[in-house]
């Protein structure tokens, strides 16, 4: 595997999550009795519905911008709630001259069984955007596997971890030059520390 200075960027991809609230009527005002006096009367007011119960914040469970230990400055986009509508959180890491990237995207599952099943359904779907990848063990998290090639058009070089810790499931994606692949290292480090801001955010 030939390695490269990791120099992360990406576009951030942001997500909307909405709130409905409906308003309540308003009461009318009271009208006068047969004396003149002016009574209460009752009315129905609109029926309130419930607001839409917002989704967990998993920020927490992201690493931050300074766990990356590479000889270059990082910054990173804001946080995406609930990524392809499922539980969890994702972001992207980046440097100012975007010739590489670092997505990292946290799934939050029912169960561990479920976390396990989406990592091995991605394997396939991940394996299949790169030309002839290679697919190794990683000791990060459970069932770590680190798989890597280039891109299907050939523009650059991909190296993806997948790892669970718990019920969630972890991606993180180095993105750089074609035929230039981030040290084993660095991902197996970068792996570990996401690895346990999952475990202590979930409480594992």
């Given at each position: 595997m030939r390695s490269s200075h990791l120099v992360v960027a990406g576009v951030a991809a942001t997500t909307a999550v909405a709130l409905?609230?409906?308003?309540?009527?308003?009461?009318?005002?009271?009208?006068?009795?047969?004396?003149?006096?002016?009574?209460?009367?009752?009315?129905?007011?609109?029926?309130?519905?419930?607001?839409?119960?917002?989704?967990?914040?998993?920020?927490?469970?992201?690493?931050?911008?300074?766990?990356?230990?590479?000889?270059?400055?990082?910054?990173?986009?804001?946080?995406?709630?609930?990524?392809?509508?499922?539980?969890?959180v994702a972001t992207t890491f980046s440097t100012q001259d975007g010739s590489h990237v670092i997505k990292d995207t946290i799934a939050v599952l029912a169960d561990p069984n479920a976390a396990t099943d989406a990592l091995n359904a991605a394997k396939a779907g991940q394996g299949a955007g790169l030309t002839h990848p290679t697919t190794d063990a990683a000791k990060v998290g459970t069932n770590g596997t680190v798989l890597s090639g280039n891109s299907s058009d050939n523009s650059k070089?991909?190296?993806?971890?997948?790892?669970?810790?718990?019920?969630?499931?972890?991606?993180?994606?180095?993105?750089?030059?074609?035929?230039?692949?981030p040290p084993q290292d660095f991902v197996s480090d970068l792996g570990a520390k996401q690895d346990a801001a999952v475990k202590k955010g979930l409480g594992g």
């Open positions: 409905s609230v409906a308003g309540c009527g308003s009461k009318p005002s009271p009208s006068p009795s047969k004396s003149g006096s002016p009574t209460s009367s009752t009315s129905s007011a609109a029926p309130t519905s419930s607001p839409t119960a917002a989704p967990t914040d998993y920020t927490g469970l992201l690493i931050q911008v300074s766990d990356i230990d590479a000889p270059v400055p990082f910054t990173a986009s804001p946080p995406t709630q609930s990524p392809n509508g499922q539980p969890g070089g991909i190296a993806i971890l997948l790892f669970t810790e718990g019920k969630a499931f972890v991606t993180l994606e180095f993105d750089g030059p074609a035929d230039s692949l």
